[in-house]
């Protein structure tokens, strides 16, 4: 069975901070990676996702992920946030079907 | 170019009473997922369906919950007997049908129902 393990539940950062996100993952077949983000009262958008080729993924709104197998990881990252990154963040990993991380809710100050 | 809708995004219901909960897929997608969201945890996969067929129930509670998406209209999670741990925000998200490496699943706004 497959579980994600998000290593931050709640991260405080101020504007122009960078951030980054863990994610570790099990499984032991050719997986599907993605992080998607939810805003404050809106449904689940997806940030970048990770099938095969290069393993550092450009997402939208300057987000990045790399892919490191031997380490079983996915970890997010924004060299500079903005106000408007504050959401929850879930990394999710599926062969046809997702699994999610808990979340980690991202507040940025002004 | 319409989302994934989901329909009503918020039910209440008492204790014992029945919730039905509705998803329209992308136009073009015929692979639906429905996910719960329970307070303070993150989302988890409940079911797996294409047209009139289930393929995965494998996160659906084995008493009163199931699942259907026929072959017109929208797909259904029905909830009977509704009881206060039931309680959390459901969405539901569809594929297209394509091969495996296109397993991108795109989510409605979330149905929260309430059971008081």
Redesign the interface.
């Known amino acids: 069975a497959q579980s994600?393990s998000?290593h931050n539940h709640h991260v405080i950062l101020s504007e122009a901070a960078s951030l980054e996100l863990g994610c570790n993952y099990s499984y032991g077949g050719t997986v599907?990676l993605?992080w998607?983000v939810q805003y404050p009262g809106?449904?689940?958008?997806?940030l970048l996702?990770y099938?095969?080729g290069d393993p550092l993924v450009k997402g939208i709104k300057g987000f990045e992920a790399e892919f490191i197998k031997s380490k079983f990881s996915f970890n997010l990252r924004k060299p500079s946030v903005q106000w408007s990154d504050t959401a929850e963040y879930?990394c999710a990993v599926?062969?046809?079907?997702?699994?999610?991380?808990?979340?980690t809710t991202v507040t940025v100050r002004a | 170019n319409a989302g994934v809708m989901q329909n009503p995004r918020h039910l209440v219901r008492r204790r014992g009473q029945e919730a039905r909960l509705r998803c329209s897929p992308m136009k073009g997608h015929s692979h639906v997922y429905w996910y719960r969201q329970l307070p303070e945890e993150g989302l988890k996969f409940m079911v797996y369906l294409q047209k009139e067929n289930i393929i995965d129930e494998s996160g659906m509670p084995k008493e009163r919950f199931s699942a259907e998406f026929p072959k017109e209209g929208p797909s259904i999670l029905r909830i009977q007997q509704v009881v206060r741990g039931d309680s959390a925000a459901y969405f539901c998200a569809s594929s297209p049908e394509q091969g495996r490496g296109s397993y991108e699943q795109y989510f409605g706004p979330g149905t929260r129902l309430t059971v008081t």
Do not use: M, R
């Open positions: 994600v998000q599907n993605f998607y809106q449904h689940l958008q997806l996702k099938f095969s879930f599926n062969d046809y079907k997702l699994s999610f991380g808990a979340g």
